[in-house]
Protein backbone atom coordinates (compact mmCIF):
# COMPACT_ATOMS: atom_id res chain seq x y z
CA UNK A 1 0.00 0.00 0.00
CA UNK A 2 1.15 3.31 -0.97
CA UNK A 3 1.17 5.80 2.14
CA UNK A 4 0.41 9.37 2.16
CA UNK A 5 3.56 11.81 1.79
CA UNK A 6 4.81 13.59 4.34
CA UNK A 7 2.50 16.53 5.68
CA UNK A 8 2.79 19.71 3.73
CA UNK A 9 5.08 17.97 1.42
CA UNK A 10 2.31 18.24 -1.77
CA UNK A 11 -0.18 20.90 -2.38
CA UNK A 12 -3.73 20.06 -2.93
CA UNK A 13 -3.75 19.96 -6.47
CA UNK A 14 -0.68 17.87 -6.57
CA UNK A 15 -1.94 15.30 -3.92
CA UNK A 16 -5.14 14.88 -6.43
CA UNK A 17 -2.99 14.29 -9.21
CA UNK A 18 -0.91 11.81 -7.39
CA UNK A 19 -4.50 9.86 -6.53
CA UNK A 20 -5.85 10.18 -9.91
CA UNK A 21 -2.61 8.80 -11.28
CA UNK A 22 -2.69 5.88 -8.89
CA UNK A 23 -6.85 5.51 -9.59
CA UNK A 24 -5.32 5.32 -13.32
CA UNK A 25 -3.46 2.84 -13.25
CA UNK A 26 -5.42 0.35 -11.86
CA UNK A 27 -9.63 1.11 -12.72
CA UNK A 28 -9.01 -1.20 -16.18
CA UNK A 29 -7.87 -3.89 -14.33
CA UNK A 30 -10.89 -3.56 -11.34
CA UNK A 31 -13.42 -2.81 -13.99
CA UNK A 32 -12.56 -6.50 -15.44
CA UNK A 33 -14.31 -8.11 -11.78
CA UNK A 34 -16.91 -10.42 -13.20
CA UNK A 35 -18.53 -9.40 -10.05
CA UNK A 36 -18.53 -5.56 -10.86
CA UNK A 37 -21.97 -4.08 -10.12
CA UNK A 38 -24.12 -4.06 -13.12
CA UNK A 39 -26.46 -0.46 -12.46
CA UNK A 40 -25.05 0.09 -9.12
CA UNK A 41 -22.62 3.38 -8.23
CA UNK A 42 -18.88 1.98 -8.18
CA UNK A 43 -15.59 3.99 -8.07
CA UNK A 44 -13.41 3.10 -10.92
CA UNK A 45 -11.24 1.22 -8.93
CA UNK A 46 -10.17 0.80 -4.84
CA UNK A 47 -12.39 1.84 -1.49
CA UNK A 48 -15.56 3.34 -1.11
CA UNK A 49 -17.60 3.98 1.74
CA UNK A 50 -20.41 6.74 2.58
CA UNK A 51 -22.03 9.29 -0.16
CA UNK A 52 -20.87 12.60 0.49
CA UNK A 53 -21.98 15.93 -0.57
CA UNK A 54 -25.11 14.98 -2.84
CA UNK A 55 -26.82 17.34 -4.43
CA UNK A 56 -28.83 18.64 -7.78
CA UNK A 57 -26.76 21.63 -8.55
CA UNK A 58 -27.03 23.05 -12.58
CA UNK A 59 -29.39 20.97 -13.32
CA UNK A 60 -27.38 17.50 -12.55
CA UNK A 61 -27.32 15.22 -9.28
CA UNK A 62 -23.73 15.33 -7.96
CA UNK A 63 -22.05 11.86 -6.21
CA UNK A 64 -19.37 12.67 -3.99
CA UNK A 65 -18.02 9.77 -2.02
CA UNK A 66 -15.44 8.41 0.89
CA UNK A 67 -12.73 7.39 -0.91
CA UNK A 68 -9.58 5.44 -0.83
CA UNK A 69 -7.67 5.77 -3.99
CA UNK A 70 -4.12 3.66 -3.03
CA UNK A 71 -5.33 0.61 -2.11
CA UNK A 72 -9.14 -1.46 -1.93
CA UNK A 73 -9.28 -0.58 2.00
CA UNK A 74 -10.02 2.00 4.10
CA UNK A 75 -7.21 4.18 4.70
CA UNK A 76 -6.73 8.10 4.61
CA UNK A 77 -9.82 10.00 2.93
CA UNK A 78 -10.42 11.53 -0.10
CA UNK A 79 -13.44 12.31 -2.13
CA UNK A 80 -14.64 10.63 -4.87
CA UNK A 81 -17.08 12.55 -7.38
CA UNK A 82 -19.21 11.46 -10.46
CA UNK A 83 -22.52 13.02 -12.01
CA UNK A 84 -25.72 12.14 -13.33
CA UNK A 85 -28.32 13.37 -15.50
CA UNK A 86 -30.98 10.49 -14.44
CA UNK A 87 -29.58 9.16 -11.40
CA UNK A 88 -29.03 6.12 -13.19
CA UNK A 89 -26.02 6.63 -16.07
CA UNK A 90 -22.78 7.75 -14.03
CA UNK A 91 -20.02 10.17 -15.43
CA UNK A 92 -16.59 9.76 -12.98
CA UNK A 93 -15.24 13.05 -12.84
CA UNK A 94 -11.59 13.76 -11.11
CA UNK A 95 -11.53 13.37 -7.15
CA UNK A 96 -12.59 16.63 -5.47
CA UNK A 97 -10.46 16.01 -2.27
CA UNK A 98 -7.80 15.24 -1.49
CA UNK A 99 -5.69 15.22 2.46
CA UNK A 100 -3.33 18.28 2.33
CA UNK A 101 -3.65 20.52 4.97
CA UNK A 102 -2.73 20.29 8.77
CA UNK A 103 -5.84 19.54 9.69
CA UNK A 104 -6.62 16.92 7.28
CA UNK A 105 -3.52 15.21 6.54
CA UNK A 106 -3.07 12.20 8.79
CA UNK A 107 -2.91 8.62 8.22
CA UNK A 108 -5.35 7.21 10.53
CA UNK A 109 -7.45 10.50 9.43
CA UNK A 110 -8.08 12.84 6.01
CA UNK A 111 -11.19 14.39 4.33
CA UNK A 112 -13.85 12.92 5.90
CA UNK A 113 -17.56 12.90 5.22
CA UNK A 114 -20.09 16.01 4.65
CA UNK A 115 -22.39 17.90 2.40
CA UNK A 116 -23.00 20.03 -0.08
CA UNK A 117 -24.65 23.38 -0.39
CA UNK A 118 -25.43 25.75 -3.54
CA UNK A 119 -24.17 29.41 -1.84
CA UNK A 120 -25.48 31.89 -4.81
CA UNK A 121 -24.33 29.29 -7.34
CA UNK A 122 -21.26 28.57 -5.90
CA UNK A 123 -21.07 24.42 -4.54
CA UNK A 124 -19.74 24.62 -1.02
CA UNK A 125 -18.79 22.04 0.77
CA UNK A 126 -18.63 21.04 4.74
CA UNK A 127 -16.66 18.03 5.29
CA UNK A 128 -14.89 17.05 8.44
CA UNK A 129 -11.40 17.23 8.73
CA UNK A 130 -9.75 14.47 10.91
CA UNK A 131 -6.14 14.60 11.93
CA UNK A 132 -4.73 12.82 15.40
CA UNK A 133 -1.89 14.97 17.81
CA UNK A 134 0.05 12.99 20.09
CA UNK A 135 -2.72 9.80 19.70
CA UNK A 136 -5.39 12.25 19.73
CA UNK A 137 -8.44 12.25 18.12
CA UNK A 138 -8.85 16.15 16.50
CA UNK A 139 -11.92 16.27 14.53
CA UNK A 140 -12.68 19.99 12.78
CA UNK A 141 -15.61 21.03 10.19
CA UNK A 142 -14.02 22.79 7.22
CA UNK A 143 -15.28 24.61 3.89
CA UNK A 144 -14.31 23.93 0.20
CA UNK A 145 -15.86 25.50 -2.39
CA UNK A 146 -16.24 25.61 -6.52
CA UNK A 147 -17.34 27.42 -9.12
CA UNK A 148 -17.27 25.02 -11.84
CA UNK A 149 -18.99 22.15 -9.61
CA UNK A 150 -15.58 20.26 -10.42
CA UNK A 151 -12.44 21.93 -9.11
CA UNK A 152 -12.65 22.94 -5.05
CA UNK A 153 -10.64 24.89 -3.15
CA UNK A 154 -10.23 24.72 0.55
CA UNK A 155 -11.29 28.07 2.21
CA UNK A 156 -8.30 29.67 4.01
CA UNK A 157 -9.82 30.05 7.30
CA UNK A 158 -10.32 27.04 8.07
CA UNK A 159 -11.18 25.06 9.82
CA UNK A 160 -14.81 26.42 10.02
CA UNK A 161 -15.57 24.92 13.51
CA UNK A 162 -12.83 23.58 15.25
CA UNK A 163 -13.85 21.49 17.53
CA UNK A 164 -17.23 20.45 19.37
CA UNK A 165 -18.91 21.79 22.07
CA UNK A 166 -18.67 20.98 25.52
CA UNK A 167 -22.42 19.04 25.01
CA UNK A 168 -19.83 16.74 22.29
CA UNK A 169 -16.71 14.67 22.47
CA UNK A 170 -13.63 14.58 20.32
CA UNK A 171 -16.13 12.29 17.71
CA UNK A 172 -17.37 15.38 16.45
CA UNK A 173 -17.87 14.57 12.37
CA UNK A 174 -20.47 14.62 8.87
CA UNK A 175 -21.46 17.74 8.86
CA UNK A 176 -24.64 17.99 7.13
CA UNK A 177 -25.96 21.42 5.75
CA UNK A 178 -29.29 23.38 4.88
CA UNK A 179 -30.76 26.67 4.71
CA UNK A 180 -33.95 27.48 6.50
CA UNK A 181 -35.72 31.02 6.59
CA UNK A 182 -32.34 32.70 4.98
CA UNK A 183 -30.02 30.90 8.05
CA UNK A 184 -27.23 28.11 7.24
CA UNK A 185 -27.75 25.22 9.81
CA UNK A 186 -25.27 22.43 10.34
CA UNK A 187 -25.98 18.93 12.61
CA UNK A 188 -23.06 17.12 13.11
CA UNK A 189 -22.14 13.63 14.45
CA UNK A 190 -21.07 13.45 18.08
CA UNK A 191 -21.17 11.05 21.32
CA UNK A 192 -20.69 12.18 25.23
CA UNK A 193 -20.64 9.35 27.98
CA UNK A 194 -21.50 6.55 26.08
CA UNK A 195 -24.41 8.83 24.42
CA UNK A 196 -24.50 9.64 20.37
CA UNK A 197 -26.27 12.65 19.81
CA UNK A 198 -27.01 15.19 16.97
CA UNK A 199 -25.14 18.93 17.42
CA UNK A 200 -27.06 21.97 15.93
CA UNK A 201 -25.26 24.51 14.83
CA UNK A 202 -26.18 27.75 12.14
CA UNK A 203 -24.35 30.48 10.18
CA UNK A 204 -25.10 33.33 7.92
CA UNK A 205 -22.56 32.63 5.51
CA UNK A 206 -20.99 29.17 6.21
CA UNK A 207 -17.90 30.55 7.39
CA UNK A 208 -19.10 32.02 10.80
CA UNK A 209 -20.81 29.25 12.96
CA UNK A 210 -22.87 29.24 16.19
CA UNK A 211 -23.59 26.67 18.44
CA UNK A 212 -26.97 25.81 19.06
CA UNK A 213 -27.34 23.38 21.45
CA UNK A 214 -28.06 19.07 20.86
CA UNK A 215 -30.56 18.12 18.11
CA UNK A 216 -31.13 15.03 19.76
CA UNK A 217 -29.59 12.40 21.31
CA UNK A 218 -29.86 8.63 22.67
CA UNK A 219 -31.46 7.67 25.60
CA UNK A 220 -29.20 4.93 26.22
CA UNK A 221 -30.80 2.28 24.19
CA UNK A 222 -30.18 4.31 20.53
CA UNK A 223 -26.34 4.19 19.99
CA UNK A 224 -22.93 5.57 21.23
CA UNK A 225 -22.05 7.41 18.57
CA UNK A 226 -24.27 8.67 16.14
CA UNK A 227 -22.45 9.17 12.65
CA UNK A 228 -23.81 10.81 9.29
CA UNK A 229 -26.31 12.27 10.96
CA UNK A 230 -28.98 13.52 8.47
CA UNK A 231 -31.93 16.52 9.36
CA UNK A 232 -34.91 17.29 6.90
CA UNK A 233 -38.30 18.86 6.72
CA UNK A 234 -40.34 15.96 4.84
CA UNK A 235 -44.20 17.05 4.40
CA UNK A 236 -45.54 18.74 7.37
CA UNK A 237 -42.87 17.16 9.54
CA UNK A 238 -38.84 16.98 10.52
CA UNK A 239 -37.35 13.65 9.70
CA UNK A 240 -33.56 13.07 11.45
CA UNK A 241 -31.53 9.97 10.12
CA UNK A 242 -28.37 8.70 11.69
CA UNK A 243 -25.90 5.63 11.34
CA UNK A 244 -25.83 4.40 14.97
CA UNK A 245 -22.69 2.92 16.40
CA UNK A 246 -23.03 0.56 19.16
CA UNK A 247 -26.62 -0.68 18.19
CA UNK A 248 -25.51 -4.30 16.82
CA UNK A 249 -28.09 -5.32 13.99
CA UNK A 250 -29.39 -1.46 13.67
CA UNK A 251 -27.57 0.02 11.18
CA UNK A 252 -29.73 3.06 10.31
CA UNK A 253 -31.98 4.61 12.51
CA UNK A 254 -34.82 7.21 11.59
CA UNK A 255 -36.59 9.50 14.41
CA UNK A 256 -39.75 11.45 12.93
CA UNK A 257 -40.90 14.58 14.71
CA UNK A 258 -41.38 17.98 15.02
CA UNK A 259 -38.98 21.26 14.88
CA UNK A 260 -38.67 24.55 16.54
CA UNK A 261 -36.13 26.70 15.18
CA UNK A 262 -36.91 29.03 17.58
CA UNK A 263 -35.33 27.03 20.52
CA UNK A 264 -33.36 24.30 18.22
CA UNK A 265 -35.67 21.72 19.33
CA UNK A 266 -36.50 18.64 17.87
CA UNK A 267 -39.04 16.24 19.69
CA UNK A 268 -39.30 13.01 17.77
CA UNK A 269 -42.23 10.76 18.17
CA UNK A 270 -41.73 7.55 15.89
CA UNK A 271 -38.64 5.53 15.58
CA UNK A 272 -37.67 3.13 12.52
CA UNK A 273 -35.61 1.58 10.70
CA UNK A 274 -34.03 2.86 7.47
CA UNK A 275 -33.19 -0.60 6.05
CA UNK A 276 -32.92 -4.07 7.79
CA UNK A 277 -29.82 -5.60 5.55
CA UNK A 278 -26.64 -5.83 6.70
CA UNK A 279 -25.02 -3.81 3.73
CA UNK A 280 -26.71 -0.31 3.73
CA UNK A 281 -25.01 2.49 6.24
CA UNK A 282 -24.70 5.87 6.27
CA UNK A 283 -27.28 6.87 3.57
CA UNK A 284 -27.31 11.18 2.96
CA UNK A 285 -30.82 12.67 1.74
CA UNK A 286 -31.06 15.21 -0.72
CA UNK A 287 -33.73 17.27 -2.22
CA UNK A 288 -33.83 16.95 -6.17
CA UNK A 289 -35.27 19.48 -9.18
CA UNK A 290 -38.43 18.05 -8.61
CA UNK A 291 -38.98 18.33 -5.23
CA UNK A 292 -38.27 14.54 -4.13
CA UNK A 293 -36.30 13.75 -0.70
CA UNK A 294 -33.63 11.20 -2.28
CA UNK A 295 -31.31 8.72 0.01
CA UNK A 296 -28.10 7.42 -1.45
CA UNK A 297 -26.36 4.85 1.05
CA UNK A 298 -22.73 3.05 0.94
CA UNK A 299 -23.91 -1.27 0.56
CA UNK A 300 -21.49 -2.18 3.54
CA UNK A 301 -21.40 -1.88 7.28
CA UNK A 302 -18.65 -1.06 9.64
CA UNK A 303 -17.13 -4.37 11.85
CA UNK A 304 -19.53 -5.93 13.58
CA UNK A 305 -19.66 -9.37 12.89
CA UNK A 306 -16.60 -11.58 12.07
CA UNK A 307 -17.60 -11.90 8.18
CA UNK A 308 -17.38 -8.04 7.80
CA UNK A 309 -13.29 -7.66 8.24
CA UNK A 310 -13.00 -7.72 4.59
CA UNK A 311 -15.67 -6.54 3.45
CA UNK A 312 -16.57 -8.82 0.58
CA UNK A 313 -14.31 -10.83 -1.71
CA UNK A 314 -14.04 -8.09 -4.15
CA UNK A 315 -10.89 -6.54 -2.86
CA UNK A 316 -8.67 -8.91 -4.54
CA UNK A 317 -9.68 -7.56 -7.83
CA UNK A 318 -8.85 -4.10 -6.83
CA UNK A 319 -12.22 -2.57 -5.51
CA UNK A 320 -14.45 -2.47 -2.72
CA UNK A 321 -17.75 -0.51 -1.59
CA UNK A 322 -20.59 0.74 -3.59
CA UNK A 323 -23.70 2.93 -3.15
CA UNK A 324 -27.41 1.61 -3.02
CA UNK A 325 -29.74 2.31 -5.76
CA UNK A 326 -31.50 6.26 -4.86
CA UNK A 327 -34.56 5.85 -3.04
CA UNK A 328 -37.31 8.50 -2.38
CA UNK A 329 -38.11 8.50 1.13
CA UNK A 330 -42.29 9.49 1.73
CA UNK A 331 -44.17 10.08 5.26
CA UNK A 332 -47.31 7.19 5.49
CA UNK A 333 -50.26 8.69 7.08
CA UNK A 334 -49.16 6.98 10.31
CA UNK A 335 -45.91 9.06 10.40
CA UNK A 336 -43.81 6.19 9.45
CA UNK A 337 -41.35 6.22 6.46
CA UNK A 338 -41.87 4.87 2.89
CA UNK A 339 -38.91 4.27 0.48
CA UNK A 340 -39.18 3.55 -3.12
CA UNK A 341 -36.48 2.89 -6.19
CA UNK A 342 -36.18 6.32 -7.69
CA UNK A 343 -38.32 5.65 -11.04
CA UNK A 344 -35.74 6.59 -13.69
CA UNK A 345 -34.35 2.90 -12.76
CA UNK A 346 -37.05 1.42 -15.27
CA UNK A 347 -34.58 2.73 -18.21
CA UNK A 348 -33.33 -0.17 -17.33
CA UNK A 349 -35.83 -2.66 -17.97
CA UNK A 350 -35.54 -4.87 -21.22
CA UNK A 351 -36.90 -8.50 -21.68
CA UNK A 352 -40.17 -8.49 -19.76
CA UNK A 353 -42.33 -11.82 -17.95
CA UNK A 354 -45.42 -11.14 -16.55
CA UNK A 355 -48.44 -12.99 -15.15
CA UNK A 356 -51.63 -12.98 -13.21
CA UNK A 357 -54.34 -14.55 -11.17
CA UNK A 358 -51.96 -17.61 -11.09
CA UNK A 359 -52.04 -20.52 -8.48
CA UNK A 360 -48.65 -21.62 -6.98
CA UNK A 361 -48.87 -24.65 -5.33
CA UNK A 362 -45.70 -26.76 -3.31
CA UNK A 363 -43.27 -28.41 -5.84
CA UNK A 364 -44.70 -26.28 -9.33
CA UNK A 365 -41.95 -24.47 -11.08
CA UNK A 366 -42.92 -21.54 -12.61
CA UNK A 367 -40.25 -19.00 -14.06
CA UNK A 368 -39.42 -20.00 -17.52
CA UNK A 369 -35.35 -20.37 -17.15
CA UNK A 370 -34.66 -18.08 -20.05
CA UNK A 371 -35.66 -15.37 -17.55
CA UNK A 372 -32.22 -16.54 -14.99
CA UNK A 373 -29.80 -13.58 -14.89
CA UNK A 374 -27.38 -11.50 -12.21
CA UNK A 375 -28.91 -8.30 -13.18
CA UNK A 376 -33.42 -8.00 -12.41
CA UNK A 377 -35.73 -6.58 -11.00
CA UNK A 378 -38.84 -8.90 -9.78
CA UNK A 379 -42.35 -7.41 -8.89
CA UNK A 380 -44.65 -9.18 -6.73
CA UNK A 381 -47.68 -9.76 -5.17
CA UNK A 382 -49.33 -12.24 -3.15
CA UNK A 383 -53.28 -12.41 -2.20
CA UNK A 384 -53.05 -13.29 1.60
CA UNK A 385 -57.01 -13.09 1.96
CA UNK A 386 -57.02 -17.27 0.86
CA UNK A 387 -53.54 -17.94 1.67
CA UNK A 388 -52.98 -21.70 2.85
CA UNK A 389 -49.73 -21.54 2.66
CA UNK A 390 -47.23 -21.26 5.23
CA UNK A 391 -44.01 -20.04 3.76
CA UNK A 392 -44.07 -17.81 0.44
CA UNK A 393 -40.89 -16.72 -1.68
CA UNK A 394 -37.54 -16.56 -3.67
CA UNK A 395 -34.89 -18.68 -4.49
CA UNK A 396 -32.37 -15.94 -6.17
CA UNK A 397 -28.94 -17.06 -7.72
CA UNK A 398 -29.52 -20.51 -7.72
CA UNK A 399 -26.57 -22.67 -8.86
CA UNK A 400 -28.95 -25.26 -10.23
CA UNK A 401 -27.29 -27.84 -8.68
CA UNK A 402 -28.16 -27.52 -5.08
CA UNK A 403 -24.50 -25.77 -4.29
CA UNK A 404 -25.49 -22.28 -4.05
CA UNK A 405 -28.60 -20.47 -3.66
CA UNK A 406 -29.99 -17.16 -1.85
CA UNK A 407 -33.72 -17.71 0.34
CA UNK A 408 -36.08 -14.60 0.86
CA UNK A 409 -38.88 -15.82 2.75
CA UNK A 410 -41.88 -14.90 4.04
CA UNK A 411 -43.57 -16.60 7.08
CA UNK A 412 -47.16 -15.90 7.09
CA UNK A 413 -47.83 -17.23 10.67
CA UNK A 414 -44.51 -15.08 12.12
CA UNK A 415 -45.33 -12.42 10.11
CA UNK A 416 -41.48 -12.01 9.44
CA UNK A 417 -39.21 -12.00 6.07
CA UNK A 418 -35.80 -13.64 6.45
CA UNK A 419 -33.05 -13.32 3.61
CA UNK A 420 -30.76 -16.19 4.05
CA UNK A 421 -27.16 -16.19 2.29
CA UNK A 422 -25.81 -18.77 4.15
CA UNK A 423 -25.85 -20.45 0.73
CA UNK A 424 -25.25 -17.68 -1.36
CA UNK A 425 -21.53 -18.08 -2.34
CA UNK A 426 -19.92 -19.96 0.30
CA UNK A 427 -18.19 -16.88 1.56
CA UNK A 428 -21.44 -14.63 2.79
CA UNK A 429 -22.77 -15.79 6.24
CA UNK A 430 -25.71 -15.01 8.25
CA UNK A 431 -29.95 -14.52 7.88
CA UNK A 432 -31.23 -11.23 8.30
CA UNK A 433 -34.88 -10.37 8.98
CA UNK A 434 -37.79 -8.02 9.80
CA UNK A 435 -41.25 -8.34 10.80
CA UNK A 436 -43.45 -6.86 8.13
CA UNK A 437 -46.37 -4.70 9.24
CA UNK A 438 -48.53 -4.12 6.74
CA UNK A 439 -48.46 -7.51 4.95
CA UNK A 440 -51.21 -9.88 6.40
CA UNK A 441 -53.91 -6.70 6.31
CA UNK A 442 -52.87 -6.44 3.17
CA UNK A 443 -51.18 -8.31 -0.27
CA UNK A 444 -47.44 -8.92 0.06
CA UNK A 445 -45.24 -7.57 -2.14
CA UNK A 446 -42.15 -7.68 -2.99
CA UNK A 447 -40.13 -5.97 -4.94
CA UNK A 448 -36.55 -7.19 -5.27
CA UNK A 449 -33.35 -5.85 -7.49
CA UNK A 450 -30.63 -8.11 -8.03
CA UNK A 451 -27.35 -6.81 -9.46
CA UNK A 452 -24.19 -8.78 -9.79
CA UNK A 453 -23.10 -8.90 -5.93
CA UNK A 454 -26.29 -7.23 -4.43
CA UNK A 455 -29.86 -7.63 -3.61
CA UNK A 456 -31.87 -5.04 -2.17
CA UNK A 457 -35.81 -6.15 -1.29
CA UNK A 458 -38.74 -3.73 -0.93
CA UNK A 459 -41.27 -4.31 0.96
CA UNK A 460 -44.44 -4.03 3.31
CA UNK A 461 -45.74 -1.39 1.28
CA UNK A 462 -41.96 0.17 0.79
CA UNK A 463 -41.99 0.19 4.90
CA UNK A 464 -39.43 -1.85 4.57
CA UNK A 465 -36.46 -2.41 2.86
CA UNK A 466 -33.72 -4.94 3.13
CA UNK A 467 -30.03 -4.86 1.76
CA UNK A 468 -27.59 -7.22 1.14
CA UNK A 469 -24.84 -8.26 -0.32
CA UNK A 470 -24.04 -11.95 -2.05
CA UNK A 471 -21.08 -12.99 -4.33
CA UNK A 472 -22.81 -15.97 -5.75
CA UNK A 473 -20.69 -17.52 -9.48
CA UNK A 474 -21.61 -15.39 -12.51
CA UNK A 475 -22.64 -19.07 -13.78
CA UNK A 476 -25.81 -19.13 -10.82
CA UNK A 477 -28.41 -17.11 -12.01
CA UNK A 478 -31.70 -19.39 -11.50
CA UNK A 479 -34.78 -17.91 -10.09
CA UNK A 480 -37.62 -19.46 -8.86
CA UNK A 481 -41.25 -18.57 -6.86
CA UNK A 482 -42.57 -21.21 -4.04
CA UNK A 483 -44.49 -22.20 -1.49
CA UNK A 484 -44.92 -24.16 1.19
CA UNK A 485 -47.35 -26.17 3.23
CA UNK A 486 -50.38 -24.98 0.90
CA UNK A 487 -50.89 -22.32 -1.28
CA UNK A 488 -51.08 -19.27 -2.43
CA UNK A 489 -52.65 -16.60 -5.71
CA UNK A 490 -50.06 -14.73 -6.99
CA UNK A 491 -52.23 -11.54 -7.99
CA UNK A 492 -49.37 -10.61 -10.53
CA UNK A 493 -45.71 -11.29 -11.15
CA UNK A 494 -43.26 -9.41 -13.02
CA UNK A 495 -39.80 -9.91 -14.11
CA UNK A 496 -37.50 -7.79 -16.42
CA UNK A 497 -34.09 -7.65 -17.21
CA UNK A 498 -32.26 -5.46 -16.35
CA UNK A 499 -29.69 -3.90 -18.66
CA UNK A 500 -25.91 -2.07 -17.72
CA UNK A 501 -26.15 0.76 -16.77
CA UNK A 502 -22.17 1.50 -17.07
C1 LIG B 1 -19.18 6.50 8.44
C2 LIG B 1 -17.85 7.13 8.76
C3 LIG B 1 -18.00 8.60 9.08
C4 LIG B 1 -16.67 9.17 8.72
C5 LIG B 1 -16.27 8.34 7.53
C6 LIG B 1 -14.80 8.07 7.42
O1 LIG B 1 -19.09 5.36 7.68
O2 LIG B 1 -17.21 6.44 9.81
O3 LIG B 1 -18.39 8.86 10.41
O4 LIG B 1 -16.73 10.52 8.40
O5 LIG B 1 -16.97 7.12 7.64
O6 LIG B 1 -14.49 7.43 6.23
Known sequence: MEMLPAKGTLSHREALLKAEQSISKIKESAGKDPSRLKYHFMAPAYWINDPNGLIFYKGEYHLFYQHYPYA??????????????????WEHLPIALAPSEPYDLDN??????GSAVDDNGV???????????????????????????????KYEGNPVIPGPPAEGSADFRDPKVWKHDGTWYMVVGSSKDGMGKALLFNSPDLREWNYVGVLAESDGTMG?????????????????????????????IYLVG?????????????MGDVDYGYEYYAPQSFLDGQGRRIIIAWLNAWDWMPWFKNFGPTSKNHWC??????RTVELDEDGRLKFKPVKELEVLRRDHYHIEQTELSPEVSLIPKYLGSDCLEIKAEFDMSGCTAEEIGFVLRDSGDGVQQTLLVYNKQTGVLSF?????????????????????????????????SVVEVYTDSYRTVMTNNIYPDPASIGLEVFVRGGNVNI??????KLRSSW
Open 72 to 89: AKWGPMHWGHAKSKDLVH
Open 108 to 113: RGGVFS
Open 123 to 153: LSILYTGTIHKDGVLIQSQCLATSFDGITFD
Open 224 to 252: TMWECPDFFPLGSRYVLMFSPMGMEERKT
Open 258 to 270: DMNYATGCFTWDT
Open 321 to 326: GAMSAP
Open 420 to 452: NRSRSDGWSEGTQTATLERTGREPLMLHIFVDT
Open 491 to 496: TSLDIW
